[in-house]
């Protein structure tokens, strides 16, 4: 796929890469504030735009970075093209907010604030893992049909509309950091709505 | 905003400029459309002739790789030297995506006509495979003019076809067994290209 995997990095020592990349991610999302559940909700109720914004950049970086890395052939972005099932995407898209708004936590960050001692992320780690392991147990049974439902096969947006590829990631880039900075401006604007107590307890 | 924050907008609105210029994925991956797949069918070069897989194979030319698309009861009856045998219900098993999605080759798929080749020539253009021709006439063009080839009778022979009927019952000459000593004709061997196999896909996501 790349040209360092598996010819000079052999699987044993991906693992290892991966482990390592691993705890710098966990290190960053708790420097960000990532494994504090009021700033992670803060976009739902209005008050912080951080997760937006980091999302946001991230998903940016990610396209930008991956698109140019194939151009270069360093990778084989085919090789990561998802067949799409809107269906279910769109169920577990509702049921990952909802848990996400509830719990205030992502998967990702449960784990970053369980490791930091927060007693709601274990909580939150348990009830992941009640749902994941439902989830196998019970896949035959209920999820299988709906788990294949809505194929569209291996499309993609640009296809969809008919641009170029390029062209899309700018126009998308570009919205992006307009969004980016309303959500900006926005944010200001509550924070200067907030006490100093109420930031203090919000812990932004 | 902060002026760190302003930096890295900065720099992600300028590298997402400098991708308009890439070409596009799709673009690179040629996947066909209708028009050009019918455009490709009427392409006389889809076409490979006997004479030409004859010189390949005698020249030992590692460039083609010869498909018998028949099935494996007429395989082991006969076959052309260096051919290896998939049919239709196989052709797209994963075994030998490796084998006949390839650039750096020339695939050539027979069978008794075309008919049969073309229809699995077909259904591998479709799933984007390039470099895929057919041997015109398939093996019965391959009899009657490279096994048994006919001298064109003398009011019809020019200079091209006397050269082409002189090749042709070397080449016969070859494929029978009997070595000549004419200089077009090398050493006969069964050498088959090597194909390397693809790295296996990396499969996996994030959580």
């Not at chain 1, 710098?24 to 909700?41: D, M, P, Q, V, Y």
């Not at chain 1, 067949?83 to 049921?95: E, K, N």
């Not at chain 1, 927060?118 to 749902?131: L, Q, S, Y």
């Not at chain 1, 291996?154 to 309303?182: N, P, Q, Y």
């Amino acid at each position: 796929m790349g040209p360092l995997y598996p010819d000079i990095i052999n699987p044993e020592l991906n693992l290892l890469i991966g482990f390592l990349i691993g705890i710098g991610f966990g290190f960053i999302l708790e420097a960000s504030g990532f494994t504090n559940t009021r700033k992670l909700a803060g976009i739902f109720y209005g008050y912080d735009a951080t997760v937006i914004k980091v999302f946001f950049t991230a998903a940016l970086t990610a396209m930008i970075g991956l698109y140019t890395l194939h151009y270069l052939g360093w990778i084989d972005i085919t090789k990561t093209m998802p067949t799409t099932f809107w269906i279910p995407t769109l169920i577990g898209g509702v049921v990952m907010g909802l848990g996400f708004v509830i719990g205030g936590f992502c998967p990702g960050t449960s784990l970053s604030a369980a490791a930091t001692g927060k007693v709601d992320a274990m909580a939150f780690i348990v009830g992941v893992m009640i749902g994941i392991f439902g989830f196998i147990l019970t896949f035959g049974s209920i999820w299988e049909g709906l788990r294949k439902s809505g194929n569209l096969g291996k499309v993609d947006i640009t296809e969809w509309i008919g641009i170029k590829e390029g062209l899309f990631i700018f126009l998308f880039t570009l919205i992006a950091v307009i969004t980016f900075v309303i959500f900006q401006k926005w944010q200001d604007h509550w924070k200067k709505k907030l006490s100093q107590d109420d930031i203090n307890d919000l812990g932004l | 905003m902060k002026r760190r924050e302003i930096i890295i907008l900065s720099l992600l609105l300028i590298g997402a400029f400098f991708t308009i210029f890439f070409p596009n994925i799709k673009s690179q991956e040629n996947i066909i459309g209708y028009k050009e797949l019918l455009s490709e069918i009427n392409k006389v070069g889809r076409y490979a002739t006997t004479d030409e897989i004859a010189n390949a194979i005698i020249n030992n030319d590692p460039s083609y790789i010869l498909i018998d698309v028949r099935d494996v009861k007429q395989f082991k009856s006969y076959t052309i030297d260096g051919a290896v045998n998939i049919t239709l219900d196989k052709i797209m098993d994963e075994e030998y995506k490796d084998y006949l999605n390839t650039e750096s080759y020339t695939v050539v798929l027979f069978s008794n006509g075309s008919s049969k080749a073309d229809q699995v020539w077909l259904k591998l253009r479709c799933t984007d495979y390039k470099g895929i021709r057919v041997m015109k006439g398939g093996l019965n063009e391959w009899f009657k003019t490279i096994i048994n080839p006919q001298k064109p009778i003398d009011n019809e022979m020019t200079a091209a076809k006397e050269k082409q009927y002189l090749f042709r019952k070397q080449a016969s000459f070859y494929f029978t067994g009997t070595q000549v000593s004419s200089g077009v004709i090398k050493t006969k061997s069964n050498n088959k290209p090597i194909v390397k196999r693809k790295k296996k896909e990396v499969s996996g996501g994030c959580g």
